[in-house]
């Protein structure tokens, strides 16, 4: 038995696979604010799923900086986390090996090895959601780096809103992220059928794909996130603007991901493979 939990900013998520691969049982509920009641909850919650007792692993992936893949650094929406040795912490409360990795990095390693970036060696995965977060991907690995990856909060508007969840201005999340739309549009993006509007948000987020381009030099980028779900309305600017950004590169593809929601559950269970 293998089993991937994927703690978000508002729903944590618990999938158990027989294989491996594919996930046999997903349950989902609300992630607590506040650490050790979340913790307590996590260890109910897979005591239950797995009363005969738990796999060597639990992979567990956390939305946002991991400090040497055991301390959560920063995570935004979940500001009573920070500074928590949550690895030490969950292997005494659950009697298992926990394996941390960033959300995102789960995501993108799921997009390289099974999904839309399974034919290619340079893998750059880029979610559009509430916030934004991304990976970069090698020969089916999660690159390594000192503190991992947060496109998100790159700038491109030094003069830009101030973006409380990282304290900076302008930064790629303020900007383009579904919260920013609903800032600037005031309409939620789900309900926002007007081509204009998305042709506008469209190139304030090229500007961003176009610079983690530059930087990362991908042979494919994979969008996922809840802003792909305007297809192409959005995504058909979001080509054609980036395109035009990109001049000194030949142009990678860039696809909107096939795996959807599952892709982080996904990578916590690839990753053990
Ligand atoms: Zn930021």
Redesign the pocket.
Known sequence: MYISVDIGGTNTRIALSDDGQNISRKEHYKTPQNYHEALALLTTKLHSLLPDGLPHTVVIAVPGVLLDRQKIYKTPHLPDWEGENIKTDLESQLHTSILLENDADLGGLAESRIGAGREYDIVAYLTLSTGIGGSRITQGQIDPTQSGF?P??H?IKPNGPF?P????HG????LASGTAFEHTYHIKPELCEDPLIWEDHAKITSQGLANLIYFWSPRIVVLGGSLTKAGDKFINPLIRLTQEQITMFPMPEIVVSTLGGDNVLLGGLLIQQ
């Open positions: 947060e998100g909060h700038i973006w969840y990282c304290g900076q930064c790629f999340e303020s």
